[in-house]
T-cell receptor, first 115, second 109 residues
Framework: GAVVSQHPSWVICKSGTSVKIECRSL??????MFWYRQFPKQSLMLMAT?????????EQGVEKDKFLINHASLTLSTLTVTSAHPEDSSFYIC???????????FGDGTRLSIL | GQNIDQPTEMTATEGAIVQINCTYQ??????LFWYQQHAGEAPTFLSY????GLEEKGRFSSFLSRSKGYSYLLLKELQMKDSASYLC??????????FGAGTTVTVRA
């Protein structure tokens, strides 16, 4: 199997709050995890790639101080949206894959709404 | 940069066959994935092609032609539960996945 758990599913919070999203691979070791953002009826946009034990690689235009990523173990990566504002409201999805050319397996996503 | 094109919407009748085309122009190529995404949910993996030809997996098949930069996903014996968005994604030379905007398939009774 290849199950990825993402938590929480839904967050509603005030502007200025920091929000942490967890992504866990439940039944396999994920050497690489990815964080995506998706706007309604649009495709997934890669935000960053994280490898266990090393710093995340961010895509152009993504602020690394705004979106903090930690990949402390082979089964857990976290994304922290710091000082969130309404424009950060979106659907955030993580994925994880095994070593090598393997399919990415996605978590259920987190719907973030900043008021 | 990566350029991945697929139709926006398709409609078909229950029991029918639908073919979703995907054309791509990418920097390097390490394979093409198809994912299914139901509204409000995360994508689920359907298929992976890296060599030319047809890969069959139950009611779903995926085809690849690397020389033409072309793939299709074939859905047979359509069921109502197949109504979803289907995403074409290319693994580029940098081993990052680039997604198309998705094709929304609506299955009608």
């Amino acid at each position: 199997g290849a199950v990825v758990s993402q938590h929480p599913s839904w967050v509603i919070c005030k502007s200025g709050t920091s929000v942490k999203i967890e992504c866990r691979s439940l039944d396999f070791q994920a050497t690489t995890m990815f964080w995506y953002r998706q706007f309604p009826k649009q495709s997934l946009m890669l935000m960053a790639t994280s490898n266990e034990g090393s710093k995340a690689t961010y895509e152009q235009g993504v602020e690394k101080d705004k979106f903090l990523i930690n990949h402390a173990s082979l089964t857990l990566s976290t994304l922290t949206v710091t000082s969130a504002h309404p424009e950060d409201s979106s659907f955030y999805i993580c994925s994880a894959k095994r070593q090598g050319i393997q399919p990415q397996h996605f978590g259920d996503g987190t719907r973030l709404s900043i008021l | 940069g990566q350029n991945i094109d697929q139709p926006t919407e398709m409609t078909a009748t229950e029991g029918a066959i639908v073919q979703i085309n995907c054309t791509y122009q990418t920097s390097g190529f390490n394979g093409l994935f198809w994912y299914q995404q139901h509204a409000g949910e995360a994508p689920t993996f359907l298929s992976y092609n890296v060599l030319d030809g047809l890969e069959e997996k139950g009611r779903f098949s995926s085809f690849l032609s690397r020389s033409k930069g072309y793939s299709y996903l074939l859905l047979k014996e359509l069921q109502m539960k197949d109504s979803a968005s289907y995403l074409c994604a290319v693994l580029g030379g940098d081993y990052k996945l680039s997604f198309g905007a998705g094709t929304t398939v609506t299955v009608r009774a």
